[in-house]
Structures are given as C-alpha cells and as structure tokens.
C-alpha cells in the first residue's frame, strides 16, 4: 500500500471514529509508533485518537499491560493470543473505546531473506478483528507495510459494524 493509499485509508478511519464519537488506543511492538503516526497525521486523527503504547518488544507489551506471562507458555509471548491479549487490556488501560494491537519483531535495517510474522489485533469490547501477516524486508519498509495492514483491518471493521456485521479473522502476506 503506498503513503497516499495508507493516508487516504486514515483520513477515513478517523472520519469514521469522529462521526460516531470513539476513541481508539493503540498498542504497538516493533513497529516504532508507524500506526499511530499515520492516523494522527490524518485531519481528525488527533481528535481520535488517544494515548499510545509503543515499545520495542512483546515482553515490554506484557510488563507494561501487566498481562499474566503464564498465560503465553504454550503459544510464547510473541504470539496471536499475546497480541489479542494485548488490544483486550489495552483498552482499559489506555482508557479507550477501541484498541489496536500491532505487533512486529525487529528487523535488521537492512533488508534481508527472513520471512518474519506480524500480529495485528482490534479489540472494541464486543468484536476482535484480527490477522497474521508474513513479511520480509528492512524493518522501516515492513513496518509501514504492516502500519498499512492495520490501518485497513480497522477501516474494515468499523464499515462491517456499520453494516452491522461482526468483525473478521484473517491473514496475509508481502
């Protein structure tokens, strides 16, 4: 998704949030804050959008959120359920209406043959959204390419809620 798609794609998500008066939250990891910088960059987005947790690891995710670590032995703590884990605390913690949830391991700047795994996760009390992305790339590449994915998980959410229909589960690659 190119700048002008990503930004076109966070003008109408904050449009949407403004109309219906949410708020939304992120929790990000790896990702060095490319969400949340995309949607306050849109014409409403600071109006939409709340605090931000935005840290390097999953393991700062979980100290931060004081998500229960036990909780991840059998999936490890980079994973969907901590992710999920991660957008349902978020919102209470970020005292948000909805949370997204984007997590990235770190990858070297330079651009290499690793095939890594992204988790993103939308939580807004009564829906989860979710999607496993696989990707491979210098990391400020990936990272807006997964910041881009987000931002369109959250855009299809929020027009299947004003379709009335719940949220999806999904998954994708670069």
């Given at each position: 998704?190119?700048?002008?798609?990503?930004?076109?794609?966070?003008?109408?998500?904050?449009?949407?949030?403004?109309?219906?008066?949410?708020?939304?939250?992120?929790?990000?990891?790896?990702?060095?804050?490319?969400?949340?910088?995309?949607?306050?960059?849109?014409?409403?987005?600071?109006?939409?959008?709340?605090?931000?947790?935005?840290?390097?690891?999953?393991?700062?995710?979980?100290?931060?959120?004081?998500?229960?670590?036990?909780?991840?032995?059998?999936?490890?703590?980079?994973?969907?359920?901590?992710?999920?884990?991660?957008?349902?605390?978020?919102?209470?913690?970020?005292?948000?209406?909805?949370?997204?949830?984007?997590?990235?391991?770190?990858?070297?700047?330079?651009?290499?043959a690793v095939r890594e795994t992204a988790y993103i996760a939308l939580?807004?009390?009564?829906?989860?959204?979710?999607?496993?992305?696989?990707?491979?790339?210098?990391?400020?590449?990936?990272?807006?390419?997964?910041?881009?994915?987000?931002?369109?998980?959250?855009?299809?959410?929020?027009?299947?809620?004003?379709?009335?229909?719940?949220?999806?589960?999904?998954?994708?690659?670069?």
């Open positions: 998704m190119t700048d002008e798609g990503q930004a076109r794609i966070a003008d109408a998500v904050a449009r949407i949030l403004s109309a219906r008066e949410l708020v939304l939250g992120t929790v990000e990891c790896g990702t060095e804050g490319a969400v949340s910088r995309r949607l306050f960059d849109a014409e409403e987005g600071p109006a939409v959008l709340s605090d931000s947790l935005s840290v390097d690891t999953i393991e700062e995710v979980i100290d931060a959120l004081e998500l229960p670590a036990a909780q991840f032995k059998s999936s490890g703590e980079f994973s969907a359920k901590a992710t999920r884990a991660a957008a349902r605390q978020g919102r209470s913690f970020l005292e948000v209406d909805l949370c997204l949830a984007v997590c990235m391991l770190p990858t070297p700047s330079e651009a290499a939580d807004d009390g009564q829906n989860l959204a979710e999607r496993t992305l696989q990707y491979e790339g210098s990391s400020d590449v990936m990272a807006d390419w997964v910041a881009g994915q987000a931002l369109a998980l959250l855009h299809e959410a929020l027009r299947g809620r004003e379709r009335g229909r719940s949220t999806s589960r999904g998954s994708g690659s670069s």
